[in-house]
């Protein structure tokens, strides 16, 4: 007798929590944003980039951009997205389009601290060092790592990866 009790409590158990598990993930959807999706393919990118693994970083750039234009279109005039297009450009090469969303963004936000220090690493890239030292001294006050890290990039003791 005792033993069917264990049975019937075991699987009223297991009816019960299988009932409860299905019932609330379904009742409770999260939506991930382009822009979030963009954003996780970008650290990532940037893990592979450091283990030099370049073909997969660029792939997870390129797919970021495209969900990002997606973004942008839906939310224009929106500096964070403006910068990872920047920057997600910038790292596939294309320094000109980089640096006109850079641009855009700076537009919107001229103190966006991202914006300008990824633009004055472009320019550091692209030997435009004095532009470089512009984006460094509007940084200057901001006590961030940002500053710090465009700094050691344009006197040389960090190398950029562009």
């Known amino acids: 007798m005792k033993k069917i009790f264990s049975i019937l409590f075991i699987t009223h158990l297991?009816?019960?929590s299988s009932y409860a598990a299905s019932s609330s993930s379904s009742?409770?959807?999260?939506v991930v944003s382009n822009y979030d999706k963009a954003v996780k393919l970008i650290k990532f990118a940037k893990k592979y980039e450091k283990k030099g693994k370049v073909e997969k970083?660029?792939?997870r750039y390129q797919k970021a951009v495209e969900l990002l234009?997606?973004?942008?279109k839906k939310k224009p005039n929106n500096a964070d997205i403006l910068n990872y297009l920047g920057f997600a450009t910038r790292k596939l090469g294309d320094f000109k389009k980089?640096?006109?969303?850079?641009?855009?963004?700076?537009?919107i936000e001229p103190d966006h601290i991202g914006i300008?220090?990824?633009?004055?690493?472009?320019?550091?890239?692209?030997?435009?060092v004095d532009l470089a030292k512009e984006r460094l001294e509007i940084l200057k006050g901001c006590n961030c790592d940002e500053y710090k890290e465009l700094?050691?990039?344009?006197?040389g003791t960090k190398k950029s990866k562009y």
């Not at 009742?27 to 999260?30: A, V």
Request: net charge negative; proline share 0%.
């Open 14 to 16: 297991l009816i019960g």
């Open 27 to 30: 009742n409770t959807k999260t």
């Open 57 to 59: 970083a660029n792939k």
């Open 69 to 72: 234009l997606k973004s942008n």
């Open 98 to 107: 980089g640096e006109e969303y850079y641009l855009e963004g700076l537009a």
């Open 116 to 128: 300008n220090e990824y633009l004055g690493e472009l320019y550091v890239a692209t030997n435009r």
């Open 151 to 155: 700094k050691e990039i344009i006197d």
